[in-house]
């Protein structure tokens, strides 16, 4: 494709119906294809509607299955969901629908076996240097302060 020519409403509403189908996607992801492709601006919204419409797009559907598979497959906590799902315009009553689907126990049980995974490659000895990596490996991955705090705690009740 010219990179300079711009597609039409149709040839953009296809190609964004089939990206939806194989995957899901919210209206900023489709909104920056659109982009992409050289659709003229006034003509994003239509096909925005039109996907919407036709639930091609759900934002609710989009935040539960990007929360569960943040969780399950990158590991991440609920903190780091929360931001990147607001990056994405997700409305906050939709990342807290997502967020409640996450059971709390296989969330605590996630983040423990995370820290116990990391506290196995410290090389340290010292106590406070092993808590305060640990910390600051829970928290990068967008895990809450007192939750971390309490887990890390208990394993080094555990391990020590």
Do not use: A, G, Y
């Given at each position: 494709m010219n990179p300079t020519k711009t597609i039409t409403i149709k040839v953009a509403l296809t190609k964004a119906q089939n990206l939806c189908a194989t995957q899901e996607k919210c209206i900023s992801d489709i909104s920056k294809k659109l982009f992409d492709w050289?659709?003229?601006s006034k003509d994003h919204d239509t096909v925005i509607n039109l996907l919407l419409e036709d639930k091609f797009i759900d934002e609710q559907r989009y935040a539960v299955f990007y929360a569960k598979d943040k969780f399950k497959y990158n590991k991440w906590g609920k903190i780091k969901i929360e931001y990147t799902l607001k990056q994405k315009n997700i409305s906050s009553e939709n990342i807290k629908s997502a967020l409640d689907k996450i059971l709390e126990t296989e969330y605590d049980k996630l983040l423990e076996s995370e820290l116990i995974k990391k506290f196995k490659t410290i090389k340290d000895s010292d106590e406070y240097t092993i808590k305060s990596k640990l910390v600051r490996f829970a928290i990068s991955r967008g895990f809450e302060n007192g939750?971390?705090?309490?887990?890390?705690?208990?394993?080094?009740?555990k391990l020590n």
């Open positions: 050289k659709l003229p939750k971390v705090f309490d887990i890390v705690s208990s394993i080094i009740e």
